[in-house]
């Protein structure tokens, strides 16, 4: 074993921050740990603000890479990570949370630790992600987008599309636009989910980047404990599900998934508070609704196939997460 694993980490040296290797934000070698088991260890680099949203999901890669060549050998996965400055604290409490769902759907087949300057970090288990303390709080209201962004950028324009379509009534003499009330027709290009969503009454409004991130007492810039990231679409599925919605157009970045995982986990932690905000912008009652994350795109990293399956490992125990491939298109029959 001793020397496959030389060959298996001087080739894991060979493919650090080189074209169809992995990210240079991390490094990634196998060891035999003091119990005889072997575990592949991610190191973060320090002062580099990228590790925080590429370490699960290229770590993920590379095991799924190394756990194929051993032959299905059992091994586990550690991530050991540098102190975060003070600016990477939130996307550090992110990818803690992230790396917590991750350890408990894969519980069954990996082993994953995280270990912080040496020290053994304990993760939330799901329980304590979905019932967050009540001095934890969110967004009660946020400004109404415009669908006359100025174009040029192929996500932004087919966002604008997407959200575009207001509700139209008769007002005064005329037909006008009734403002902020949105429908989510057009999403019917995104497959079943969506298809004939139009014939559903009411109808169904959609939102254009809705805001996360989450708060310690009070709303405020010094009280921050969750990045603010903003979400393409967020509306409700045929099937009656919270659908968030991320769109990615000639652009594959393996981290996606860590983005559209920290989407899911704010909805699934805070969805409770999120209620009245969500049924006044998507004029529901979605309390009971479950909860669907979706990734849009025409293009896809290659690893993501081998990583993805560990990100929705819960299946919908938890929350969904869904894959729409764009532009897909069939080989004629033979």
């Known amino acids: 074993m001793g020397e496959a694993l030389d060959a298996i980490n001087k080739d894991l040296e060979r493919q650090r921050a080189t074209a169809g290797g992995y990210q240079g934000s991390i490094n990634c070698r196998v060891d035999e740990t003091s119990a005889g088991a072997l575990e592949l260890c991610v190191t973060g680099a320090k002062e580099n603000s990228d590790v925080w949203k ?172 969750l990045p603010t990231e903003y979400i393409d679409l967020v509306t409700i599925n045929k099937n009656k599900e919270i659908a968030i919605i991320e769109l990615k157009f000639d652009d594959d970045p393996l981290e996606v998934v860590a983005q559209l995982l920290n989407y899911a986990l704010f909805f699934f932690s805070y969805k409770e508070k999120l209620t009245p905000l969500i049924d006044e912008r998507l004029g529901c009652s979605c309390r009971d609704y479950r909860i669907k994350a979706y990734l849009v795109s025409n293009v896809f990293h290659p690893r993501l196939d081998d990583v993805w399956r560990y990100y929705c490992r819960g299946g919908d125990a938890h929350f969904g997460m869904r894959i729409v491939r764009m532009g897909y298109m069939e080989a004629n029959p033979s």
């Open 54 to 225: 590429m370490a699960d999901p290229w770590g993920f890669a590379v095991w799924h890479e190394i756990h194929n060549r051993l032959g299905g050998i059992k091994l586990g996965l550690r991530f050991e990570m540098p102190e975060p400055s003070k600016r990477d604290l939130l996307k550090y409490e992110a990818f803690k949370r992230r790396l917590s769902y991750l350890a408990e759907v894969n519980e069954s087949c990996i082993s994953v630790v995280l270990s912080k300057c040496g020290e053994i970090v304990i993760l939330y288990r799901i329980d304590e992600l979905a019932n967050r303390p009540d001095d934890e709080v969110v967004r009660n209201k946020f400004d109404d987008r415009s669908d006359k962004d100025r174009p040029g950028r192929l996500e932004k324009d087919f966002q604008s599309y997407l959200f575009g379509k207001g509700l139209w009534d008769f007002v005064g003499n005329g037909l006008r636009n009734i403002v902020g009330k949105r429908t989510n027709e057009r999403l019917a290009l995104f497959g079943d989910d969506f298809s004939r969503i139009g014939e559903l009454k009411p109808r169904l409004h959609v939102e254009r980047e809705f805001p996360t991130g989450a708060f310690k007492g009070k709303i405020s810039g010094d009280t921050r404990i």
